[in-house]
């Protein structure tokens, strides 16, 4: 198996270009998107449509007018929807369809959809997500690094270093072996999300609790997997 990762948003915004027709994609953005979408999944949502923009959201919307509206810019709740961008909002959602945008995690998911496969990452699904690659053992693995806004972001990098660490693999690229690297600088991945800009920031404005929520490592036994451009849970 070879594994890549994209560890910027100007990588990713070049994915259209790239053939992913071998190619299984795992999404990360850990504080908060791919966070927040596995807590809905393993509080048994139906299923999520990632969309790229706040217009394409409402117009979804229109369309299912029975689904919550999600997500955030610049790490707020947009006006006039259902729920933000916390995990905390995301663990009532039993039966719920949810149309969701965010300034960097739903643009990753999109701009994959290409992939042979695309499977929604976390720190909170590792072990599950680790099975579940071992078990198809795909031709290519690119993990896919969300960042934030146009800069890198750590625990992207670090959940994709320790999904790596996890895996039998042949061959690596250079930006795989970075991510590697970079988990063994932390000793937990609470450690690592603290050390992260977007894990201060959070922490400094009172959003402290959801670093902490986002850096439980193999919390549920849930796979996201986007087909169509629509998130439903893998079945055993």
């Known amino acids: 198996m070879k594994i890549d990762v994209a560890l910027n948003p100007a990588e990713i915004a070049r994915l259209h270009r790239r053939d992913l027709s071998r190619t299984t994609c795992v999404v990360f953005d850990i504080l908060r998107a791919t966070s927040s979408m596995i807590t809905a999944l393993a509080h048994h949502a139906r299923r999520i449509h990632p969309v790229c923009t706040i217009e394409e959201a409402r117009q979804l919307r229109v ?5 919550l509206l999600g997500g955030e810019r610049h790490g707020e709740l947009i006006h006039g929807f259902d729920v933000g961008n916390s995990p905390f909002e995301y663990r009532d959602m039993a039966g719920q369809t949810i149309i969701t945008t965010t300034t960097n995690g739903t643009v990753a998911l999109r ?7 695309v499977l929604v990452g976390a ?28 800069e890198f972001a750590l625990e992207d990098a670090y959940a994709a270093g320790l999904l790596i660490e996890a895996l039998p693999h042949h061959a690596l690229s250079d930006s795989a072996h970075a991510a590697l690297a970079i988990t063994k600088l932390f000793p937990t991945a609470l450690a690592a999300l603290r050390e992260a800009r977007n894990g201060k920031t959070l922490a400094a404005n009172g959003r402290g609790k959801e670093v902490d929520w986002c850096a439980q490592v193999s919390q549920f036994n849930v796979v996201g ?5 629509v998130i439903r849970p893998i079945k055993d």
């Open 63 to 67: 369309e299912m007018p029975h689904a």
């Open 111 to 117: 701009a994959c959809e290409n992939a042979a496969s």
């Open 123 to 150: 720190l909170l699904n590792l072990s599950a997500l680790a099975e579940e690659i071992r078990w198809h053992e795909p031709e290519e693995l690119l993990l896919v690094c969300a960042g934030t806004f146009e």
């Open 225 to 229: 997997i986007m087909e169509q451009s």
